[in-house]
């Protein structure tokens, strides 16, 4: 089983950047799409942007579109999430996912694995 740690929340006040990562405890990560969804406060989580295990194929939540960008390094076996011009709307917990394919993620099947969570805060 492929553990998930994320890092890199914190506060930010709007407009401001934050970078997230997520490491995997096993190379088999490697293989797989990795992504990232969030939770806001009284709100289902939702897709966020994933990218597939080889990097060519990106796939973003449209309100994210121009301002987040996700890569990963399979030789540190991590994903990033750059996340700019931040706004409040995008206050929520946000995690890291482990699945099959990319565009699945963003349907919104089932993934392997998810880790516990970072939080992001924006201030207005």
């Known amino acids: 089983q492929v553990h998930l740690v994320e890092s890199g929340g914190g506060l930010v006040q709007a407009g401001g950047s934050l970078r997230l990562s997520c490491s995997a405890s096993t190379q088999t990560a490697r293989t797989y799409a990795m992504g990232w969804f969030r939770q806001a406060p009284g709100k289902e989580r939702e897709f966020v942007a994933a990218?597939?295990?080889?990097?060519?194929?990106?796939y973003y939540k449209d309100s994210v579109k121009g301002r987040f960008t996700i890569s990963r390094d399979n030789a540190k076996n991590t994903v990033y999430l750059q996340m700019n011009t931040l706004e409040p709307e995008d206050t929520a917990v946000y995690y890291c996912?482990?699945?099959?394919?990319?565009?699945?993620?963003?349907?919104?099947?089932?993934?392997?694995?998810w880790g516990q969570g970072t939080l992001v805060t924006v201030s207005s």
């Open positions: 996912a482990l699945g099959p394919n990319g565009a699945l993620m963003q349907r919104g099947d089932p993934v392997d694995a």
């Open positions: 990218i597939s295990g080889g990097g060519g194929s990106t």
